[in-house]
């Protein structure tokens, strides 16, 4: 008996009754396997990524979600935009938020000329845990930072109450 009984094939042989390699199995998967690969992934972390997300002048803000018994609130670091160019939209058990940033710097010496441009956009949407009185609804900007505070509505909001224990 040999060393080579005993450890497990892998993979599958070509014509030549040998194993390939890792790399050649992963290449014959093709693109749509590895976009499957992906969509399963993400999507068990409730998130399900686009192209869009990897092209250039797009990126994700980072968002935190956090609830008490009374609202829900979110807050997002946008930085380098001011409060025209941010949109906050809700939509039922969802908040969507989105922005674009352009921007256009200029520099001109005595034998050189440059420009600048920088731009960005985002589309962020983000599920809300509990239903929200969307009427009471606030949202805060201050130094890139975006602050929306929901009130949850009254039958969201739990029914607690204390009961007095009497002993006898």
């Known amino acids: 008996m040999t060393i080579r009984c ?7 042989t070509g014509r030549t ?3 390939r390699s890792p790399v050649k199995r992963i290449q ?17 972390f409730g998130i399900v990524p686009t192209l869009a ?24 670091e946008l930085p380098g935009l001011d409060e025209k160019e941010v949109n906050v939209e809700l939509d039922e058990d969802t908040l969507v938020l989105q ?46 930072v975006l602050t929306v505070t929901l009130p949850k509505r009254p039958e969201a909001q739990p029914n607690k109450k204390t009961i007095n224990i009497t002993t006898g």
Do not use: C, I, Q
């Not at 005993?6 to 599958?12: A, E, H, N, Q």
């Not at 092209?55 to 980072?62: I, R, Y």
């Open 28 to 44: 014959d998967l093709g693109l749509d396997s590895y976009d499957r690969l992906f969509d399963d992934f993400f999507r068990g």
């Open 99 to 144: 922005g674009e940033k352009k921007g256009e710097e200029e520099k001109k010496e005595d034998t050189w000329h440059r420009v600048e441009h920088s731009y960005g956009s985002f589309r962020r949407v983000v599920p809300l845990p509990a239903e929200v009185d969307a009427a009471k609804a606030k949202a805060a900007f201050k130094n890139g």
């Open 53 to 76: 997300a990897f092209e250039p002048g797009t990126f994700t803000p980072s968002v935190n979600l956090s609830e008490t018994d009374k609202e829900v609130k979110v807050v997002a």
């Open 6 to 12: 005993l450890v497990p094939r892998t993979g599958r």
């Open 17 to 19: 009754g040998r194993t």
